[in-house]
């Protein structure tokens, strides 16, 4: 398990050139698959990671198995990513009845899968199964059952 | 929720996107339903926007926003129902007169209260004034109006047993109300809110 806090502003180095290919600027989750598609990196330009080129996660630098790996965006939440749509510490928290439950925390995941475990608010934690959209305005989550 | 209090309140669909803020409920007040929205551009300086929200395609109203399953929930005015298109200052019935069938009145409509929840639904009104002749709100649910007009609403002397002075209070009335309505047994007395 690893938290979004701690990937954040790290430095992106590819294994093969030992080059670093930016710093993480935010993860863009497919609220669908519940699962993080790429890591967004900023400081150079808008170039976007594949998690399935993520070779590992360690504590000083996130490795990329090729500098080849960095690319444009691609596909929709690519795009939003790029325009500044993250799901990110700070982010409002709305549920689908349309109550705020606060702002998100953090996000927990899985490092070799990518898969969203679930995202921390105070002291509470929502599951990832809620998860309904990361938007412009806020991270939308289904409401608690009754 | 009290219609006013919607306005301003961002419309954000389940994908976490804010499209619009409402502007204006849109009420028919002769078959006491909530029609929709008009809505302001999501900005400090934002103008009218052209499209309306129709009340059908709200997926929910909640305390902070106004909740729709996709951007394809708006429709531009021209594709909208003339009354949502058109808002008729009209139809409006804030200031009306409510009164029994029996001739006693229960207050000025000061607000329409909105069901928090899924959907968008009309369920009371807020009246100001009446008999006790003071300030303090009540909260009276949507009758099935007898009759109503510019001025007045006229509804069934059985209302007068189902105003609360608590809005909290309010939701749990609405539904003993219109059973008490349907199947003629005798209210078992005053809610508590």
């Known amino acids: 398990m690893s938290s979004l806090r701690a990937l954040l502003r790290r430095p992106v180095v590819a294994t093969d050139t030992a080059e670093q290919l ?61 325009a500044g749509v993250h799901i990110a510490p700070g982010k409002r928290l709305l549920d689908d009845g349309g109550d705020e439950l606060g702002e998100v925390d953090d996000v927990e995941f899985d490092d070799s899968t990518g898969a969203v475990e679930g995202l921390s608010v105070g002291d509470t934690t929502v599951t990832s199964d809620r998860l309904r959209g990361v938007g412009s305005y806020a991270v939308v989550v289904a409401r608690e059952p009754s | 929720m009290r219609a006013s ?12 996107d804010d499209l619009a803020e409402i502007r204006d409920v849109v009420y028919d ?14 900005s400090w300086f934002g103008g009218k926007l052209r499209e309306r929200l129709t009340a059908d395609a709200v997926h929910a109203i909640g305390n902070d926003a106004v909740m729709v399953p996709s951007d394809a929930a708006l429709v531009d005015a021209g594709e909208a129902p003339e009354a949502v298109a058109e808002a008729a200052p009209d139809r409006n019935v ?3 007169s409510v009164l029994t069938e029996s001739g006693t009145k229960i207050g000025d409509v000061s607000d329409v209260i909105v069901a928090l929840g899924s959907g968008a639904r009309a369920v009371g009104y807020e009246v100001t004034g009446g008999e006790s002749g003071d300030a303090v709100a009540r909260y009276i649910p949507l009758p099935e109006q007898r009759a109503v007009s510019g001025d007045a609403l006229v ?3 059985e209302v007068d047993r189902f105003v609360v002075d608590d809005l909290a209070g309010f939701g749990a009335s609405v539904p003993e109300f219109r059973s008490q309505l349907h199947d003629g047994t005798p209210p078992t007395g005053r809610m508590e809110p």
């Open chain 1, 22 to 82: 930016g710093v993480v600027e935010g993860v863009v989750v497919d609220p669908a698959q519940r699962r993080i598609l790429a890591v967004h990196l900023g400081a150079k330009t808008d170039t976007f990671v594949s998690w399935d080129d993520v070779h590992s996660v360690g504590s000083d630098a996130v490795m990329v198995s090729s500098s080849a790996a960095a690319r444009a965006p691609r596909g929709p939440f690519e795009e939003r990513a790029a």
């Open chain 2, 5 to 16: 209090e919607l306005i301003g309140r961002p419309v954000v669909t389940l994908a976490g």
């Open chain 2, 29 to 42: 007040s002769e078959r006491g339903e909530l029609l929709g929205f008009t809505l302001n551009q999501r």
């Open chain 2, 94 to 96: 804030l200031g009306a």
């Open chain 2, 155 to 157: 509804v069934p002397d």
